[in-house]
């Protein structure tokens, strides 16, 4: 899957083309992205100097490569979130590489996700429009995406450096909701840049395994 793609061509298109409440943000809708980025925040503290090289369910990326993304989606959702532009930041998601991580990524970063976390804490946040990666969506449209994010590459992250993840049920039912609808057969044609090919997992299974698939990722993957 595109991780640098998360916010991209294929939000804008599913986000453009979708009549769901997704693509019409109900009224006065927030998203908590305390427990996530909180969550993300201990796994990045977690992950050693040894294994920024480790392969990841992102396929091409690294951990390092990994950790940059997610430092740079914690800066670009942030400034969405209080609609402030970045400087010096190019209009478009950039390419994650190891080779962009400040030396004190294992404190800056989580920093960073709790500034997020605050940012969209703010009833502000969500009126309007919001600038990310690119492209300006719905302000709540972005809320959710933030929030996916957090909680996918936060399982990506774990299960790259072996470490435990658990994500609370309300994260579970926002990352499902955003899942599906990217996967309905109306959106099949919008997935490119967003997420890899669905995979296929048991209709009985947990929903955040369901949410896995549906967003291409296998719920089994090791290193």
């Not at 809708?29 to 990045?44: E, N, Q, S, Y």
Request: with cysteine; net charge negative; glycine share 10%.
């Amino acid at each position: 899957m595109d991780i640098a793609g998360s916010v991209g061509q294929g939000v804008y298109d599913v986000v453009r083309t979708t009549n769901t409440t997704f693509g019409r943000p109900s009224v006065g809708r927030m998203f908590d992205l305390g427990p996530a980025t909180r969550r993300l925040g201990v796994l990045v503290s977690g992950v050693r100097e040894d294994q920024l090289q480790a392969p990841t369910p992102c396929e091409g990326y690294t951990v390092g490569d990994l950790l940059d993304h997610i430092g740079g989606l914690a800066m670009a959702f942030t400034a969405a979130a209080r609609k402030v532009t970045m400087e010096g930041v190019p209009d478009g998601p950039p390419q994650a590489s190891a080779d962009n991580l400040p030396a004190d990524w294992q404190e800056s970063i989580p920093r960073q996700l709790a500034e997020l976390a605050a940012a969209w804490s703010d009833p502000a946040a969500y009126e309007g429009q919001a600038h990310a990666g690119g492209l300006t969506l719905p302000a709540q449209v972005a809320g959710m995406v933030a929030l996916e994010e957090c909680v996918l590459h936060g399982w990506d992250l774990a299960r790259a450096t072996a470490q435990p993840f658990d994500v609370d049920e309300e994260s579970t039912k926002v990352v499902f909701e955003f899942t599906s609808m990217a996967s309905s057969s109306e959106q099949m044609s919008n997935r490119e840049g967003l997420f890899g090919a669905v995979v296929d997992v048991p209709a009985d299974a947990p929903m955040f395994e369901r949410a896995l698939g549906l967003s291409g990722r296998d719920p089994k993957w090791s290193a």
